[in-house]
């Protein structure tokens, strides 16, 4: 069974860029999409953008205004986000995600945890 692997989280401060990235374990897997998604402690979990491999479109929640930016090499199922001028309401845990009969995501990733110190 295909699984997605997170990497890249951990500790920063406030200002700091992190990247996260995200692998399938099989390359002939072929969701129409990947995503990024997030969840802090006590709060639902957060869409945050997604790459379409039909085309590369990519789309962001409006939150984030132009702070992160997702990435994909389709031939390596792979995805990064880039997240810029981090900030403490960022720490949370982010979560890679792909979906074979959208708008379901139907596969997760473990999450990795993201942690913004002011």
């Known amino acids: 069974q295909v699984q997605l692997v997170e990497s890249g989280g951990g500790l920063v401060q406030a200002g700091d860029s992190l990247r996260l990235s995200c692998a399938a374990s099989?390359?002939?897997?072929?969701?129409?999409?990947m995503a990024w998604f997030r969840q802090a402690p006590g709060k639902e979990r957060e869409f945050l953008a997604r790459?379409?491999?039909?085309?590369?479109?990519?789309y962001y929640t409006d939150s984030l205004k132009g702070r992160f930016t997702i990435s994909g090499d389709n031939a390596k199922k792979t995805i990064d986000l880039q997240m810029n001028s981090l900030k403490p309401e960022d720490t949370a845990v982010y979560y890679c995600?792909?979906?074979?009969?959208?708008?379901?995501?139907?596969?997760w990733g473990q999450g990795t945890q993201v942690t913004v110190s002011s």
């Open positions: 099989e390359r002939t897997f072929s969701p129409y999409a």
């Open positions: 995600a792909a979906t074979t009969r959208p708008p379901i995501y139907d596969l």
């Open positions: 790459i379409n491999w039909s085309g590369g479109n990519t």
